[in-house]
T-cell receptor, first 114, second 114 residues
Framework: DQQVKQNSPSLSVQEGRISILNCDYTNSMFDYFLWYKKYPAEGPTFLISISSIKDKNEDGRFTVFLNKSAKHLSLHIVPSQPGDSAVYFCAATAGGTSYGKLTFGQGTILTVHP | DGGITQSPKYLFRKEGQNVTLSCEQNLNHDAMYWYRQDPGQGLRLIYYSQIVNDFQKGDIAEGYSVSREKKESFPLTVTSAQKNPTAFYLC?????????????FGQGTRLTVV
């Protein structure tokens, strides 16, 4: 049972345009959501997160939106840059005693063309 | 610099052999995790430990074993019982008792069965 889903395996955008990556979840106990960026043969690096008490969190070019009623979150990158090309993973946790126990989506490969 | 070190980066194993992947962290985190990544899939949790001398199975623990004798170290043994061991293995750590904090990942070990 896939509790976190990223239905778009890949996304291609032009440099300077907006990239929108989507993520859906089914477990209503999830209360903290994260986006990680990953290059091939490297570990994921944390990008941005959002708590379930918020509906938006912004950090520079990156903004994450959370729609709890739809169990949907999205990552917006504006403007997109070629260096943003990577695999992006959405992750969620139900908190409790350990916030590192994450459930990941399948990932979306983002390609930003110059 | 504080971080998580996984070794080796590449590992080859013959069928029927056990192999141990190393993970060390100097972030003073209580919790540590092992994830596995397969092509086209998200990261799946193998084992996690929230405190020394204690660990729990994740979603895909069969064929794996771990130990947590020291706070800094969380080695993963891939046993001969693991039917499809070829994958990219990622170790992570996070502080416990803190809400809304991300997990930090190592650079990964690619295990190939030959």
């Amino acid at each position: 049972d896939q509790q976190v889903k990223q239905n778009s395996p890949s996304l291609s955008v032009q440099e300077g345009r907006i990239s929108i990556l989507n993520c859906d979840y089914t477990n209503s106990m999830f209360d903290y959501f994260l986006w990680y960026k990953k290059y091939p043969a490297e570990g994921p690096t944390f990008l941005i997160s959002i708590s379930s008490i918020k509906d938006k969190n912004e950090d520079g070019r990156f903004t994450v939106f959370l729609n709890k009623s739809a169990k949907h979150l999205s990552l917006h990158i504006v403007p997109s840059q070629p260096g943003d090309s990577a695999v992006y993973f959405c992750a969620a946790t139900a908190g409790g005693t350990s916030y590192g126990k994450l459930t990941f989506g399948q990932g979306t490969i983002l390609t930003v063309h110059p | 610099d504080g971080g998580i070190t996984q070794s080796p980066k590449y590992l080859f194993r013959k069928e029927g052999q056990n192999v141990t992947l190393s993970c060390e962290q100097n972030l003073n985190h209580d919790a540590m995790y092992w994830y596995r990544q397969d092509p086209g899939q998200g990261l799946r949790l193998i084992y996690y430990s929230q405190i020394v001398n204690d660990f729990q199975k994740g979603d895909i623990a069969e064929g794996y074993s771990v130990s947590r004798e020291k706070k800094e170290s969380f080695p993963l043994t891939v046993t001969s019982a693991q039917k499809n061991p070829t994958a990219f293995y990622l170790c992570a750590s996070s502080p416990t008792g803190q809400r809304n904090t991300e997990a930090f990942f190592g650079q990964g070990t690619r295990l190939t069965v030959v």
